[in-house]
Every structure is written in structure tokens, then in C-alpha cells.
């Protein structure tokens, strides 16, 4: 489409930051192609953080702006432990302050035909800039579920937002049809929400034996080693807990597999995990990689991934994997189950015996079946960025 016809041509993103994540990779992503097909692209973050993201972003010419970098110190406690009163009283806190009226003045200078939002508080910034600028609101959801002692202020908590969001928001875009039904349960407006799934680039991520050989080699690892990975943050919903269980039951008639960690996470966390994989005589089997910046290199190198969460919307690690022509077991939260249909298989979370019991049947398929094209032609088919950005013009231009 011409961009002198194009109506709204100006896109910003607003992000709590661009670290290592998965709405992280579809920004960045969807900025790259938007940016390949004339739009004009700008991604707000709360909290700034460098991160091989960020350098991306830059070598393609994609401005960045840090519209509050003190605010990741106010507000993670609220976020990343689900406290929700501190959570909402951190985005009051927030609104009500001066960080509020920074952003309004860099949202004035730039005029976004397009507030593109992820999460609560940007989502609240973006309904504030529509009081003071003519734009449209996109707000996207990601998460299926907040893991709480207060399950009735949950539902609180998600009426508000319902009364607030699905009314101001212009479109409602989830990344998972678990996602929308979810949020159509906690009364959000049917109509506005649209489901587009998480896109991935299938030319980074693609078989390449020559990465497999490389990473091995650097971890000693033998090239006839099973090798089981797991790519997630260390986090208590990831529950990784389950993870090494499953490992400690595994081992007992594999006691050669070999089981690498992709993820990094808070300090204390990480120390948690390693405790108990020592008390569970695992240690041994497992290789640690925190944060590992080439992620083909690691699919490439395993046999088969696991995700293990207790809650999800769209799991971006599951589509990575599969384009790199690897099967997947994951637990059967958010998308996961629709997505690895027909390559891998899902299991019931935080059940050990039946995760181990996946990958023993797991590891007899990949003995007896090439999934490698199977699982390659299903993310191609379905789940490639193009097909995500598409979706999203489509969107924009019905605005």
C-alpha cells in the first residue's frame, strides 16, 4: 500500500522495557517489517534496559524512548510478584506524577496515529494521550492468568480493567485464544478483542546442523547425547520446580540425558533451583546457561523442548523451537497444546511423573519419526511473522 494513501501511518509501541522477552521479540519483530513497509515506528519504554533488543532496534533505525527510567524501581514488586494492591497503587502513584505528564508531552511532540500498549500501566498511558492527541488505542494482552492469594480481588482487579480498557481501547489484540476467552470472562468487550498469534522470523530460525555440532562442543556435550532443553526466565510461574523433578524421575532409566537451562532470573530464585537439584541428585545432568543470546544455536542443539509453566498466553520459545524442526512437550496452559498438536504433546502441569512419562514417549517418537519437516511446515503454515504483521495492517487500516 502506498504510505502517501495510508491513513494511519505513524505506529508507536508502548513497553515496560526491552529486555530478553517474548512480547519483547514481537515488538521488535513487527517493528522491523512495519518499518520494511513504510510505516513509521517508535517504541516507548518505562524502564530502560540494554539488551541485544534494543541494539537491534537501533541498527534498524528504530527510534527508542526512555520515558521513565526510574519507574522499574517503584513498580516490580508489584509486577513481577503479583501484589496486586502494591500494583495498583504504584500505577496511581504513577498516573498522578510528573513521569504522567512527561509522557503526554513526548506523545504531543510525536502525534502517533497509533498507541500500541502492553500491559497495565502503558495501556493507562496510552488512555491518558488519547485525551490530549486524536489517536487509536491498540492494547495487547498476553497473560492468561495472575497466580494470587486474592482470587476475589482478582476479579476486581479485572473488572476495573474491563470498565476502563474495553471501553477506551480501540481494538483489544490477544496472542492466544485462551487469552481472549479469559478476558471475555472477566466482561471485556467480545467485540474488540482480536486474535492474532505470535509471529517468528523462520529464516533466523531454522535447522542448522552446524549450530547443533558448535554448541555441543562447547558444552561437552557428545553429538549422541539426549539432550532435553528448557528456554524460560527463572521464575516461579515458569515453575522449574517441575522441571527438575521430572528430571530426577527421568534419569533413573536415562541416566546419560543431558538437560540444558535457558533462562535467567532473580538471584535468589536461582539459588532456590540449584539447592534443590542438588537435594535431588540431578545437578549433574543439567547445564546452567542463564542468559544465552543465541537462541537457534540452542534449539539447534537439543533434541526435543519442555516448557513447564503453570500459566501462559502464547508461548513464543514452543514456535521458536518447532521452526528450528524441533518437537515440543509442553504443559497444557494458554496456547500450548493447540500449538504443538500434531508434533509434540501436552501434559497436565506441576505433575512430574506424567512430564517424565512425555518424554520418554517423546523420546521413542524422535527415534522412529522425522518431526524435524512436521514441525518446521506447521510454524511456517501458521505462526511465521509475516502472517503476524499482516494480520496487524489489516487491523490498523479498519481503524
Given amino acids: 500500500m502506498n504510505t502517501s494513501l495510508r491513513k494511519k501511518n505513524k505506529i508507536v509501541f508502548i513497553v515496560y522495557s526491552m529486555g530478553i522477552g517474548g512480547t519483547e521479540r514481537q515488538v521488535l519483530e513487527l517493528s522491523k517489517i512495519l518499518k520494511k513497509r513504510g510505516y513509521t515506528v517508535l517504541v516507548y519504554v518505562l524502564e530502560k534496559k540494554i539488551s541485544t533488543f534494543t541494539k537491534e532496534l537501533k541498527n534498524n533505525n528504530i527510534p527508542i524512548k526512555y520515558i521513565n527510567t526510574n519507574f522499574d524501581k517503584k513498580y516490580s514488586q508489584g509486577i513481577y510478584r503479583f501484589v496486586l494492591l502494591k500494583k495498583i497503587f504504584s500505577i496511581l502513584r504513577v498516573l498522578l506524577s510528573k513521569y504522567s505528564k512527561s509522557f503526554i508531552e513526548t506523545v504531543k511532540k510525536d502525534k502517533p496515529d497509533i498507541l500500541y500498549s502492553f500491559g497495565t500501566l502503558p495501556c493507562s498511558l496510552a488512555v491518558i494521550a488519547k485525551k490530549h492527541i486524536k489517536t487509536k488505542i491498540i492494547w495487547g494482552i498476553r497473560s492468561t492468568n495472575i497466580i494470587t492469594a486474592y482470587p476475589r480481588l482478582v ?206 514417549k517423546m523420546y521413542r517418537k524422535i527415534n522412529s519419526v522425522d518431526t524435524s519437516n512436521i514441525c518446521r511446515r506447521k510454524v511456517i503454515k501458521n505462526y511465521s511473522v509475516t502472517i503476524l504483521t499482516n494480520r496487524f495492517c489489516e487491523v490498523i487500516d479498519s481503524l
Fill in 155 to 360: 476479579d476486581w482487579y479485572y473488572l476495573v480493567q474491563s470498565i476502563i480498557y474495553s471501553r477506551l481501547a480501540d481494538v483489544i489484540i490477544s496472542n492466544s485464544i485462551a487469552g481472549k476467552n479469559i478476558y471475555i470472562r472477566y466482561r471485556f468487550q467480545k467485540e474488540k478483542i482480536v486474535v492474532i498469534p505470535n509471529g517468528i522470523d523462520t529464516n533466523i530460525f531454522k535447522p542448522n546442523i552446524e549450530m547443533r555440532n558448535k554448541f555441543r562442543k562447547m558444552y561437552g556435550i557428545h553429538m549422541n547425547e539426549l539432550v532435553i532443553g528448557h528456554a524460560a526466565r527463572l521464575d516461579p510461574l515458569k515453575d522449574h520446580q517441575n522441571f527438575l523433578h521430572s528430571v530426577s524421575i527421568f534419569i533413573k532409566s536415562h541416566p546419560c540425558a543431558r538437560f540444558c537451562i535457558a533462562g535467567d532470573g532473580k538471584e535468589k530464585y536461582i539459588k532456590e533451583l540449584k539447592v534443590l537439584s542438588q537435594q535431588l541428585g540431578v545437578e549433574r545432568n543439567l547445564i546452567w546457561l542463564h542468559t544465552f543470546h543465541s537462541m537457534p544455536d540452542f534449539y539447534n542443539a537439543i533434541d526435543f523442548l519442555t516448557l513447564t509453566s503453570i500459566s501462559e498466553g502464547f508461548p513464543n520459545v514452543i514456535v521458536e523451537a518447532m521452526s528450528c524442526g524441533k518437537p515440543c512437550i509442553t504443559t497444557d496452559v494458554g496456547d500450548g497444546a493447540l500449538i504443538v498438536k500434531g508434533t509434540g504433546f501436552s501434559v497436565p502441569k506441576s505433575n512430574p511423573e506424567k512430564l517424565a512419562e512425555g518424554w520418554e
